[in-house]
């Protein structure tokens, strides 16, 4: 039977408690499939283990994970450490040496639930958003001097490469070609951002030439967010880069219902290093403890995960048992309106995986 070895990494918040349903989740969806089975290996990576040692994960940490067909990751960050530092210290600290470039996050209205776009139910909304993951507003370039004096100056350079473009434009003009309406939207800021964005948009068009049988289009990313909220069929697979796109796919959440869905996975598609599944939601510490996180954000990401291992049959599965769960209002938790518990909608997404005869 084929084996699967996922690193588990919690992380802080509400993390362990939407790992832990995601990880009952998968355990029963492998079961159910009968062709392969999770071993998961746990790690305390976070917040709590950086205010006792001084580190997120220990120093050969990646080496202790490098060797995983995947990660399934929770949320960083705790309201007694500064956020950057939680999120360059174990989430970038993973994506970045593992070349995770790609991220992709799927937004759709699922069954049962209410968007807060007036007369949109369903179809009209179905996109992906891919954003670049490794460089540009996000590289890490700048500094800062003169601390607390009135001379005081800081910069965050965005850095973009040809390298960096070009792929995560094949990426996703590839992601566009295996949909079925075949349809690319660019995100930019060419108009203010002259060089480097500039650049983004020519790639682009170098990029569409190799892929003629997909239609795209180019999208200033302020009107894009009018696009999305009063277009949204008009919209299909977006690209953008790693500050759009992070804005762009909390607004694509929120349209679809509620962060707590969302999924994400953090690919590097060339599988020189294992890519890292997690929910799009942070650590919530608004509901810390609770027991009333909405785990489907980790069930669908588990979908993704089963996706990338070559498990087509298994990740529809478990797509069909969300869909399933999510029609049912009585099993919504309350950032959906609903009072259900986080263990209440894992028990009913394994419920509806064990009667699932397709
Ligand atoms: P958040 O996602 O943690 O919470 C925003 C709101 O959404 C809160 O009201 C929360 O209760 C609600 N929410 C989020 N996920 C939910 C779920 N699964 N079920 C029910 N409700 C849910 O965002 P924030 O408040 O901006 O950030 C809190 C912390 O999380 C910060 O430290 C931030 O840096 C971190 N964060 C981490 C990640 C990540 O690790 N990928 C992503 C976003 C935020
Ligand atoms: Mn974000």
């Given at each position: 039977m084929r084996s699967y070895r996922i690193a588990a990494i919690p992380g802080d918040g509400i993390g362990s408690e939407v790992i832990a349903a995601g990880i009952e989740a998968l355990t029963a969806c492998a079961g159910r499939d009968g062709g392969f089975e999770f071993v998961f290996d746990h790690f305390d990576w976070g917040s709590e283990r950086y205010k006792k040692t001084?580190?997120?994960?220990?120093?050969?940490g990646r080496d202790q994970i490098k060797g995983h067909d995947a990660i399934l990751f929770g949320s960083a960050g705790a309201p007694d450490v500064p956020d950057h530092i939680t999120l360059w210290g174990l989430r970038l600290a993973i994506c970045q040496p593992f070349d995770q470039y790609a991220n992709v996050r799927p937004t759709r209205i699922l069954p049962g639930i209410v968007s807060p776009l007036r007369h949109v139910t369903g179809p009209e909304l179905d996109w992906v958003i891919v954003r670049e993951n490794?460089?540009?507003?996000?590289?890490?370039v700048g500094g800062r001097v003169?601390?607390?004096?009135?001379?005081e100056c800081a910069t965050d350079v965005s850095m973009f490469t040809r390298t960096g473009v070009a792929r995560i434009m094949r990426f996703a003009f590839a992601l566009a070609r295996s949909r079925p309406r075949k349809l690319l939207t660019v995100v930019t800021k060419s108009n203010a951002q002259r060089h480097a964005m500039v650049m983004w948009d020519e790639i682009a068009a170098e990029i569409a030439a190799e892929f003629p049988d997909v239609t795209w289009d180019k999208m200033l990313v302020d009107a894009m967010t009018m696009r999305m909220t009063l277009?949204?069929?008009?919209?299909d697979t977006i690209v953008a880069t790693n500050l759009h796109a992070d804005i762009l796919s909390d607004l694509a959440a929120a349209l679809a219902g509620s962060l707590g869905i969302a999924p994400t996975a953090n690919l590097n598609p060339e599988r020189k290093f294992p890519s890292m599944f997690e929910p799009i939601?942070?650590?919530?510490?608004?509901?810390?403890?609770?027991?009333?996180?909405?785990p489907i954000g980790t069930f669908w990401s588990g979908v993704m995960m089963l996706e990338h291992l070559g498990q087509p049959a298994a990740a529809r599965r478990l797509m069909r048992a969300i869909e399933r769960v999510t029609a049912d209002r009585s099993l919504h938790t309350p950032d959906l309106g609903g009072r259900a518990t986080t263990a209440q909608v894992t028990k009913a997404v394994c419920d509806a995986l064990a009667g699932d005869n397709e």
């Open positions: 001084g580190a997120f994960m220990p120093e050969d490794s460089e540009g507003e996000y590289a890490g003169h601390r607390g004096l009135p001379e277009k949204p069929a008009t919209l939601h942070g650590s919530a510490f608004d509901i810390i403890g609770k027991g009333i996180a909405n």
